[in-house]
């Protein structure tokens, strides 16, 4: 603080003084509120070190930590005078105030009328409840709490450093007339301008804000960005507030290279529910043949994209959540940098859920954005229905659960499918006196299903065409054994897996398969009772699957790794294609390992090993590094299942992630990330890249303290689809607390 005190010796004052003044607040009273005097007018409580009073003047004076309150009005002050007969108070010397609404000001003087409500301030400082604080060479209070300041500044930013030494603020506005109206809860200004670290820069001749966390009409920050396609975007949002509960944002977007566009967003908050609705809608060319790297020629057309989201909390119970996705074609998204999604999904969802209990009432549509896709082959589902109930088995123990769905996919020019099943599962858990976990598992289902308009490629998809239908059924037995011991001042835990499958063989190619189209072991299902990923197709073998999974947890570092493999008993056939490490008898070798150190370090590395050769069919590695403010995110992935393309929708791929943030000062930091492609031909056969292509990059710088942000990003696109180009663009963030936010 000597220091402190130094720096400030040497600085001029400063007619607009945002620093904290050395008095406090006049506390509430702790006195109970005195009655009502006679005529009905309100009593000023006050005290005072020492008292004098001017019987022919009727006027007091009280002197030494003087403190008044009348009608939750408060003053503290080194001196009073209250001149009864006028009605006027005085106070000098450490003056503060405080209205009902928390607000204080201070000043070097204070003329006031009694009810202490309105009245003149000299070198005013107001510090707002509910955050800033507003500092003038003089102001006038109203009896309404209006109040208006002479060259005023107003800053929601500290104004002192950590070690508590006075500093400038970040941003504040100055202006030659401010006017703070309590009961709006809203600052105006005329003839301001924002000053940015010392420097003056935005003009505002007229201006207000509201305080606080409060929403109200007004401009929003604005967004300035550069592209490749649509050059220069000035994007300014203007937010109405319809209620304290709705509003709605309309944002009008303006290109150097293209014609404007208009975004709107709605959002409203209700007693059982949210609901948000985003629009946008420009005029534009774009390529009818995506491809080709040159955009067509073609008429302007309208182009847009409508984004809404709700959810609704009926009872505990019952909730309803839905989501519409619709754009009018594959390249809007991209070229706009509004989404890179390649598939957008439209959703409605009916759910009940209680102790022992679930139902939901499911639909949803499929809007395809993939450049080789059909529109007409992507599927509408509704309804989807699945019940499911926990029972407790009163006879021998365990738990039941029984399972009822149905399903309706409708294509505009592809396969329809209808499927309905009923299921029963019991399992039943035991430990063993040796400590061993053993559960036990009987599986049975029936299924009806309905196909028509088959598929004609791939025909493994397709199923038989009419009524057809199947029955399944599964006994399993799984046996854990952890064993626990102390390891290098810790602990470890070595916990041996056996389990047993039997399944008789099902009807699987005469039922089409919507829902299980990608099967790749990993260690999330390799001890899976069906290691398909939906229900269209069960695993019909029976089987061994062990592994072991060892965890030791030390000071300040855990490690976990789990292996396992499985191997089948029977010799028939089976519907597992080569290249997912299921086709064989046994099956690949798959685990996942995860290191953490503390809290600056985790690494998750997951695998899959050919059974022959110990070949790497699966490599999928990320790493966290680092802390909150500085960071280092990695991620590589490479899948070399070698699966036939036309039957697998997942394709073999391999990719480098990195991303990372390093801050170089107390507000400063900068940022990067980049996602690159390494498939070769080798891996996939269709794949124009020569084993290093970038997707995208990003760099960027920010400035972020307690009440500003201020960024500039530079981002660089590889790929051209249509007339989404890539190439480079640029974004200025810059929000200021309490405006446009």
Not at 111 to 125: I, P, R, T, W
Not at 176 to 190: E, L
């Amino acid at each position: 603080m000597a220091g402190c005190a130094l720096a400030l010796s040497a600085a001029p004052a400063l007619a607009q003084d945002l620093q904290d003044r050395a008095v406090q607040p006049p506390p509430p009273s702790s006195e109970p509120a005195p009655p009502p005097a006679a005529d009905g007018a309100d009593q000023v409580q006050f005290s005072a070190g020492a008292l004098e009073y001017d019987t022919n003047a009727d006027i007091v004076t009280a002197i030494g930590d003087v403190r008044m309150a009348r009608e939750g009005e408060r003053l503290r002050g080194d001196k009073v005078v209250w001149n009864r007969r006028t009605g006027r108070v005085v106070a000098t010397g450490n003056v503060a105030v405080t209205n009902p609404e928390g607000d204080i000001a201070y000043g070097d003087s204070i003329d006031l009328s009694d009810s202490l409500k309105d009245g003149v301030v000299a070198n005013m400082l107001i510090v707002l409840e509910q955050g800033g604080r507003l500092a003038a060479d003089r102001g006038r209070r109203e009896s309404d709490g209006t109040v208006a300041l002479d060259h005023a500044a107003y800053t929601p930013c500290a104004v002192v450093t950590s070690a508590g030494c006075p500093k400038e603020p970040t941003w504040k506005i100055t202006a030659v007339r401010v006017t703070y109206r309590p009961d709006r809860k809203r600052v105006y200004y005329a003839g301001g301008r924002i000053e940015l670290f010392g420097l003056p820069t935005i003009p505002l001749p007229k201006f207000s804000h509201p305080i606080g966390d409060g929403s109200d009409s007004g401009l929003l920050s604005p967004d300035v960005r550069y592209g490749r396609v649509n050059g220069f975007s000035v994007a300014v949002p203007y937010y109405w507030r319809l209620a304290p509960d709705k509003g709605l944002t309309i944002t009008p977007r303006v290109y150097s290279a293209a014609l404007p566009m208009v975004q709107g967003q709605y959002q409203q908050l209700t007693s059982i529910g949210a609901v948000s609705i985003t629009g946008y809608a420009t005029s534009s060319r774009r390529s009818d043949d995506l491809s080709t790297t040159t955009v067509a020629a073609t008429e302007k057309a309208f182009r847009g994209y409508l984004d809404g989201i709700g959810r609704f909390q009926f009872t505990p119970e019952w909730s309803l959540s839905t989501s519409l996705r619709l754009v009018t074609d594959r390249t809007f998204l991209r070229r706009y940098d509004i989404s890179r999604d390649d598939r957008l999904r439209t959703t409605l969802s009916l759910q009940h859920i209680d102790a022992d209990s679930y139902l939901a009432i499911n639909g949803w549509a499929v809007q395809t954005l993939r450049v080789n896709d059909l529109q007409g082959l992507q599927p509408i589902a509704f309804p989807e229905i699945d019940y499911r109930r926990r029972l407790v088995d009163p006879l021998i123990g365990g738990q039941v659960q029984l399972q009822v769905n149905t399903l309706a996919i409708g294509r505009a020019a592809g396969q329809d499918t209808q499927r309905a099943f009923a299921s029963a599962q019991w399992d039943l858990r035991r430990v063993t006196r040796w400590g061993q976990e053993l559960t036990l598992t009987a599986f049975a289902r029936g299924d009806l299903y309905h196909s028509s308009d088959l598929l004609t490629s791939p025909a493994i998809y397709s199923g038989e065409g009419g009524f057809q239908n199947r029955a399944i059924a599964a006994v399993a037995a799984d046996l854990k054994w952890p064993l626990i011991g102390s390891f290098l001042g810790g602990t470890q835990r070595l916990t041996p897996r056996l389990q047993i499958v039997a399944a008789p063989r099902v009807r699987n190619f005469s039922i089409p398969n919507e829902d299980s189209r990608s099967v790749d072991l990993d260690d999330s299902n390799l001890f899976a009772l069906n290691r398909f990923p939906g229900y269209d197709r069960f695993e019909d073998s029976t089987r061994a699957t062990y592994g072991a999974q060892w965890a030791i947890d030390l000071p300040g570092l855990t490690f976990e790794t789990v292996i396992g493999q499985s191997y089948r008993l029977d010799r028939r056939a089976t519907i597992l294609y080569p290249g997912t490490g299921l086709a064989d008898r046994f099956s690949d070798i798959t685990g996942r390992s995860e290191l953490r150190i503390r809290d600056v370090t985790s690494i998750v590395h997951r695998y899959r090993l050919d059974k022959d050769g110990f070949a790497v069919r699966r490599n999928e590695v990320d790493a966290t590094i680092g802390s909150r403010s500085t960071y280092l995110l990695l991620g590589y992935l490479r899948l070399n299942r070698d699966i036939f393309p036309a039957i697998e929708d997942l394709q073999d791929r391999e990719e480098a992630r990195v991303a990372g943030r390093v801050q170089f000062a107390r507000f400063w930091s900068a940022f990067a990330s980049a996602v690159v492609d390494l498939t070769d031909r080798r891996e996939d056969s269709l794949s124009l890249s020569d084993g290093f292509d970038p997707v995208r990059h990003r760099l960027g710088v920010q400035y972020e303290d307690d009440c500003l942000r201020l960024g500039v990003t530079w981002r660089r696109d590889y790929q051209d689809t249509g007339d989404a180009r890539g190439g480079n663009s640029f974004l200025l963030t810059l929000a200021f607390t309490n405006l446009g936010r």
